[in-house]
């Protein structure tokens, strides 16, 4: 049987400017180290805004900090006239390891379908780093469809073309519940994170399926996060506003204590 590395992931969104982040690090840090964390049972990654991540960088690398650093978004491209965007090329130099692709706010405010979600894992595969397959329904979608079908169409059309060999993380992240203090249960995000894991069996195959991580996302907090991580099919948690609270995100991060 695989074990999956639980990964505890905070998206800072368009939150903490490159000072406030080198605070907010150091803090999480020190928090982590006198309570005794062990990083090897957990694995934490930050994805501060594109402005932080160099000063990040030098920080978790001087420090000998082991926090893996990712980023909130990248372009379908790799280089050229394209005003305003990043590559992957750049997250990779800068020693990013993941990438979120596909959050619903992206989804939403910059109308990124899934033809776009599709192009940007594949960006983000041609330079190394990990995508972070944001994947989940809206309430209209739950009340019509219920809580699967949508992400696993997303899902689906997300891992079009992905090799099987391919290091891919995806997080289920009802929309309803990001940000609203109104988390899915664990019964609920352990049905259908299973059924995404299914997803991965068909598109790559069953080996894929077995190591890959699947993450539940929204009003993640430390009152709940040990209940989802009691179910078999999460493997840890895609966390937005509790990842900006130091002890909080900690606590969050030790959910076996
Ligand atoms: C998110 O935006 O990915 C998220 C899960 O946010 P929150 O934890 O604030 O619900």
């Not at 903490?16 to 694995?43: C, I, N, P, R």
């Not at 978790?60 to 980023?71: N, T």
């Not at 219920?146 to 993380?169: E, K």
């Not at 299914?198 to 009152?223: C, F, I, N, Q």
């Amino acid at each position: 049987m695989t074990t999956r590395m639980p990964l505890i992931a905070g998206n800072w969104k368009m939150n903490l400017d490159h000072l406030q982040a080198v605070a907010f690090v150091q803090k999480l840090h020190w928090t982590l180290k006198d309570a005794g964390h062990d990083h090897s049972t957990v694995e934490v990654a930050v994805f501060p805004p594109f402005t932080d991540l160099r000063t990040v960088q030098t920080l978790l690398d001087a420090d000998k900090i082991p926090f893996a650093l990712g980023a909130q978004d990248l372009s379908t491209h790799d280089s050229g006239a394209y005003t305003g965007e990043i590559s992957g090329a750049f997250l990779s130099k800068l020693d990013a390891r993941y990438v979120i692709i596909g959050h619903s706010e992206r989804r939403e405010y910059h109308a990124e379908g899934d033809d776009v979600v599709a192009a940007k894992v594949q960006a983000a595969l041609r330079h190394g780093l990990v995508p972070v397959i944001c994947v989940g329904e809206t309430s209209e979608d739950l009340e019509k469809f219920g809580a699967s079908a949508v992400p696993v169409s997303q899902l689906r059309a997300a891992l079009d073309g992905v090799a099987a060999d391919a290091d891919i993380v995806v997080a289920y992240e009802p929309v309803w519940a990001i940000g609203s203090g109104q988390a899915a249960t664990p019964e609920q995000a352990q049905d259908v994170c299973a059924k995404l894991r299914d997803v991965v069996a068909e598109a790559l195959d069953a080996d894929a399926a077995a190591r890959t991580r699947v993450l539940y996302g929204g009003s993640v907090k430390a009152a709940n996060i040990a209940g989802f991580m009691r179910e078999p099919d999460v493997d840890g948690a895609l966390v937005g506003g509790a990842s900006l609270l130091v002890d909080e995100f900690s606590s969050i991060i030790r959910f076996q204590k």
